[in-house]
């Protein structure tokens, strides 16, 4: 990913060499314990060489990074710890290579700075974590939502096609299969049915007790 980055037109690329850097990275490990924090990262570290040219002028670049794993307390998460790299001319590398590490060797960690810079990766971590367990969870309500929406569609056309409609029965709040034919429908408690397109319909006026108006089944995602 660096390489293609920062070189727009390199020429004859060659990788010359790739050097996994395991000492390097328990070294990363070493400083995580001197600080006196509790040991849940992973680290892994390697080098590659890379030979090419740019501008007709032939060029070696040193390439190194560093992966800082959060581990099981993670989930997967992984950061970029340090990533750099060191170009110079053709046969120039071993040379830069000697007063790059001086001058890495010669740099000094303030314990205290490193406690704090370490105890917030681990704080935007939670963040991290419960961001991403928002996000999974948003995902499911969208899928779950879609398939019953989807569920309701198809049950609607079913009744559609077969001229019935879902009634809420009010003594047993049970679901009942009724006709469609007419706009209003009545039950009573032995199950027996009025229908009528009347609104203003009262069958008590007829002398028949018990009926009570029932509401058609509510449709998600209305309800």
């Known amino acids: 990913m660096v390489f293609p980055r920062s070189h727009t037109r390199p020429a004859n690329v060659r990788i010359k060499g790739s050097y996994p850097l395991p000492k390097v990275a328990a070294g990363y490990?070493?400083?995580?314990?001197?600080?006196?924090?509790?040991?849940?990262?992973?680290?892994?570290?390697?080098?590659?060489?890379?030979?090419?040219?740019?501008?007709?002028?032939?060029?070696?670049?040193?390439?190194?990074?560093?992966?800082?794993?959060?581990?099981?307390?993670g989930a997967g998460l992984w950061t970029n710890k340090d990533t750099f790299s060191v170009r110079t001319a053709a046969g120039g590398l071993d040379k830069a290579g000697r007063i790059l590490s001086v001058i890495l060797n010669s740099t000094r960690l303030n314990p205290q700075w490193v406690r704090g810079e370490i105890r917030g990766q681990m704080e935007r971590n939670e963040i991290a974590l419960r961001t991403q367990h928002e996000i999974q969870k948003l995902e499911r309500e969208i899928v779950e939502h879609r398939r019953r929406t989807n569920a309701e569609i198809n049950n609607q056309m079913h009744h559609n096609l077969m001229r019935t409609e879902e009634y809420v029965n009010p003594h047993t709040k049970e679901v009942e299969v009724g006709s469609n034919e007419w706009n209003y429908r009545w039950v009573n408690e032995r199950g027996e049915a009025i229908y009528s397109d009347d609104g203003n319909f009262n069958p008590e006026r007829l002398g028949l007790r018990g009926f009570v108006k029932t509401p058609v089944r509510k449709r998600f995602p209305d309800k």
């Open 29 to 73: 490990q070493q400083v995580v314990r001197q600080m006196g924090l509790p040991p849940i990262f992973q680290y892994d570290a390697a080098l590659i060489v890379v030979e090419y040219q740019e501008g007709g002028a032939p060029c070696e670049e040193a390439l190194y990074t560093a992966i800082q794993d959060w581990g099981a307390a």
